[in-house]
């Protein structure tokens, strides 16, 4: 009786140590699993229309997850933004015509001698040159040029620039990283950065946004985890620096609407970053209506309802039943924005790999939080 008793505790325990074995094989296999998985790179794919705000994202994420910018790059910039100030700036004296705008007259000649200035020579070893562009910069006449600078396509940061022309034309002068976050120079090519996030390996495609850049992107389709469409909410009274009979949000709507529809995406989920929130807020609470680009909408010049109408615009063209799609506001410029933007994409690609859900089954109370498959609409910037 004892000894049958005895064999039964034996038998109960050995089945209990296989099953030990068997759960401890399992946990095994999904670590390893998720080993695997990081080492499997995330391909984050920026697509959107020129000007909205793409490789000011990588730059941020340049200065975020990288090193920052080295000394080769910052002097790269350095050329570029005193080439953009000149240019920029006879833009604006150009467009005064257009804008039936007069200078004071004592700046008349000024101006006159300003325009044949080489933007692609110019030198600011003289303080000449920086003379004359402040003075002109102090004219009625081009100030409300600069308030008409969607007219004329010069960037809305080149006021910036203008304000900082004595530090940014000294003959040692080396760019800031806000210097060169504020400064355009139009994407041609692909340009991929590589980084890491907490051990996962991240690749980030920039890609050019203009019109003649976008037959380009194809190449880059393959083995893409996720995409970043970044909208320029603000341009939405603007029209296409390549064709001004075409409004830029219409545009971009258009251009989302096929990326959306494009075989090689169909699963593919997508975050949509409503970028230049700051310039698009100013706009509205300047009276400047969404009906400038759209005929259907007739709301309130308000922030909040003209934000919704133009999220509900982009969702409705990409969601299916086998993708998500997320949407954040942000402002490129601002890297406190960004930092805060970033790790929900982060997420997002997480669980588009399904790394968080299968350490769920592992752990479900730490990772929670993290899921959250219908987090559709996510107000990042206010
Ligand atoms: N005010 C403001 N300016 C921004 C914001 N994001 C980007 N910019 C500025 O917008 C301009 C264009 O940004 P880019 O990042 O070059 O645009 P892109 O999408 O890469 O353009 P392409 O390379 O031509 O496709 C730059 O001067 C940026 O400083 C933002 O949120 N607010
Ligand atoms: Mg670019």
Same mark, same amino acid.
């Given at each position: 009786m004892g000894n049958r008793k005895n064999k039964k505790k034996k038998k109960q325990k050995e089945l209990e140590r296989l099953k030990s074995i068997e759960r401890n094989r399992r946990i095994e296999e999904s670590i390893q699993k998720e080993s695997e998985k990081y080492e499997q790179e995330v391909k984050l794919l920026i697509l959107g @229309? =020129? &000007? /909205? =705000?793409k490789s000011t994202f990588v730059k941020q994420i340049q200065i975020v997850y990288k090193s920052g910018f080295d000394l080769a790059f910052k002097n790269l910039f350095k050329t570029a933004i005193q080439m953009n100030l000149v240019l920029h700036t006879k833009i604006l004296v150009m467009g005064m015509e257009k804008l039936d705008l007069e200078f004071e007259t004592e700046n008349e000649s000024l101006a006159k001698d300003f325009l044949e200035v080489e933007e692609t020579i110019c030198k600011f070893g003289s303080d000449e040159l920086k003379e004359t562009i402040k003075t002109l910069w102090q004219d009625p006449g081009l100030k409300k040029a600069f308030e008409n600078r969607s007219i004329l396509q010069v960037p809305d940061t080149h006021s910036y620039y203008l304000d900082n022309i004595d530090r940014i034309t000294k003959r040692k002068y080396v760019p800031t990283d806000q210097d060169i976050l504020y400064c355009r120079i139009p994407t041609t090519g692909v340009k991929v950065v590589d980084f890491y996030v907490n051990d996962v390996p991240w690749k980030i495609v920039d890609v050019g946004g203009q019109r003649s850049e976008r037959r380009k992107w194809i190449h880059q389709f393959d083995d893409v985890t996720m995409i970043l469409y970044v909208v320029?909410? /603000? &341009?939405? %009274?603007q029209d296409l620096y +390549? %064709? +001004? @009979?075409?409004n830029r949000m219409r545009e971009s709507l258009e251009l989302f609407k096929s990326t959306s529809k494009n075989e090689y995406f169909e699963k593919t989920d997508c975050s949509i970053l409503f970028n230049k929130y700051d310039i698009f807020q100013e706009k509205i609470l300047k009276g400047i209506s969404l009906k400038k680009c759209f005929d259907d909408f007739d709301g309130e010049v308000d922030v909040e309802v003209s934000k919704d109408f133009i999220t509900k615009k982009f969702s409705s063209f990409a969601e299916n039943e086998h993708r998500k799609v997320y949407n954040y506001f942000s402002c490129g410029i601002d890297t406190e924005n960004i930092k805060s933007v970033f790790p929900h994409i982060q997420d997002n690609a997480a669980i588009h790999l399904g790394i968080l859900f299968e350490l769920f089954f592992l752990d479900s109370l730490f990772f929670v939080p993290y899921i959250n498959p219908i987090m559709v609409f996510q107000n990042s910037y206010i």
């Open positions: @229309t =020129g &000007e /909205s =705000g320029a909410m /603000s &341009e939405y %009274d +390549e %064709d +001004e @009979t075409v």
